[in-house]
């Protein structure tokens, strides 16, 4: 007989053990510890879609890829798999269809589903929602025998491009948890339901037709995790697609960035993961740019500044290495004319060995920026996004806000109208830098 009991945080804060638990037949030994976790002595026949690894805390994954970055792969070597599944819906997992994973299984009988999509919104079943209670009397690890089950079919044609390669099938959102099962071979496991599900299939794919099969569950332990405020909706519900790599590919990048004790100066680290075998032919290069383009930061201000003054050098636009003939002083412009309208948008209207600026509205209120010692700046009502997707001027939008653009040094445009590269002096060095400035209101009162 099983202790009922109400689900409370509080309840989750403390430790709680039910020992030799059994329900319908399963023997059960788990631990709350905060996250309902513990251990699972059930039935062995996960990797047949017997469907207990949903009620098994220790289990949120079998097969799956562990996470990675998102590294785009050439549009040629992707397969999409969105679009009409064949599909049947059983009240349990255990009324599911006898081998209907198998490549000769006759799924003539059933009817066709959209993915993505949930289940309930295509005639499927009824969306629940809930606020603080579950849609289930709750018992965790164990969700109710009723367990709405989604069997899905899914021919994939393999090019022949692909053999040789590693090929990959990922699922980007499925609720709650599902198996997967490639050409009648169980390929793995997976529920948290809000991320991608990655496998890799490169052993159970063959060139030709392959029967992709999916069996979903509605609710899995992960559903006392997932309750909240919101409506309860099952299936496969973000795009599913294959993708193949060469055999020795970049698999994963990351970075780490350690500040000093004094939040002065920072180091950065860059781990690249390469997978498959490493011959005499591969090469694995990293190189760090010999110069950076430039080091500072963007900010977005309000649409209303209209008046820039500063000083520095001026009055027209100046670069690093095209400051010559600009004489240094104080000098004021309203911001609609500190671009020059070339006839291609580009990067343009920065000021050079600048003391402070003062950006102001009509009545005299914004923002002062002061160098230590000096930076480079440009204003403008777009972005630099919008100059790199203008092919003429008058495609650049006229945005309601101002962006600012403050570097502590720019790399020069090159000693030739061939841009030849760039004299020592106006390079910026991929090396450690440090570079301040203050940034404070002004108001009419204090100019």
């Known amino acids: 007989m099983i202790k009922e ?8 804060a403390r430790r709680v053990r039910i020992d030799e638990t059994k329900e319908n037949g399963r023997m059960i030994d788990w631990e709350d510890n905060g996250f309902f976790s513990g251990k ?15 009620e098994n805390q220790r289990i949120f994954a079998r097969g799956k890829e562990p996470g990675h970055a998102i590294l785009a792969p050439d549009p040629d070597s992707v397969c999409n798999l969105n679009g009409p599944w064949r599909f049947c819906c059983v009240a349990k997992p255990a009324l599911a269809p006898e081998a209907f994973q198998l490549p000769d299984f006759d799924d003539s009988s059933w009817t066709d589903i959209t993915v993505p999509g949930h289940w309930e919104l295509q005639g499927y079943g009824q969306p629940v929602y809930t606020n603080i209670q579950y849609p289930f009397k709750p018992n965790p690890p164990l969700v109710p025998d009723e367990n709405p089950t989604g069997c899905y079919r899914r021919i994939m044609t393999m090019p022949d491009a692909w053999v040789d390669r590693e090929v990959y099938l990922v699922f980007e959102g499925v609720e709650s948890g599902f198996h997967l099962w490639v050409n009648g071979k169980p390929v793995g496991y997976s529920q948290v339901s809000r991320c991608a599900a990655e496998f890799r299939i490169t052993d159970v794919i063959r060139p030709g037709e392959n029967v992709i099969a999916a069996k979903v569950y509605r609710w899995t332990d992960a559903t006392y995790i997932e309750d909240q405020d919101m409506w309860w909706l099952s299936g496969i519900f973000r795009d599913v697609y294959c993708y193949a790599t060469p055999r020795t590919h970049l698999w994963d990048v990351a970075t780490q960035t350690v500040l000093a004790d004094d939040h002065a100066r920072a180091t950065g680290a860059l781990r690249i993961q390469v997978r498959g075998p490493l011959i005499k ?17 963007r900010l977005t201000l309000t649409g209303s500044l209209t008046q820039a003054t500063w000083y520095g050098r001026g009055p027209h636009e100046t670069l690093c290495d095209r400051a010559w003939g600009a004489r240094i002083g104080v000098f004021d412009k309203p911001i609609d004319m500190l671009s020059e309208p070339y006839v291609f948008p580009q990067e343009n209207g920065m000021r050079v060995d600048c003391r402070w600026l003062r950006l102001t509205d009509d009545q005299g209120n914004g923002v002062i920026v002061r160098g230590m010692p000096t930076f480079t700046w440009s204003a403008r009502r777009h972005t630099v996004e919008d100059l790199d997707s203008a092919n003429h001027l008058h495609e650049l939008p006229r945005r309601d806000t101002i962006e600012l653009c403050l570097d502590w040094k720019q790399a020069g445009t090159g000693n030739t109208s061939l841009r030849a590269e760039r004299l020592p002096p106006y390079r910026v060095p991929a090396a450690p830098l440090s570079w301040s400035f203050s940034l404070s209101t002004v108001s009419c009162e204090s100019c």
């Open 5 to 12: 009991r109400k689900i409370r945080f509080a309840d989750i």
């Open 40 to 54: 699972a002595v059930i039935s062995g026949d996960e990797a047949e879609g017997g469907g207990r690894d949903g």
């Open 281 to 297: 032919s591969t090469a694995i290069k990293a190189m760090l740019l010999p110069t950076l383009l430039g080091l500072g930061v």
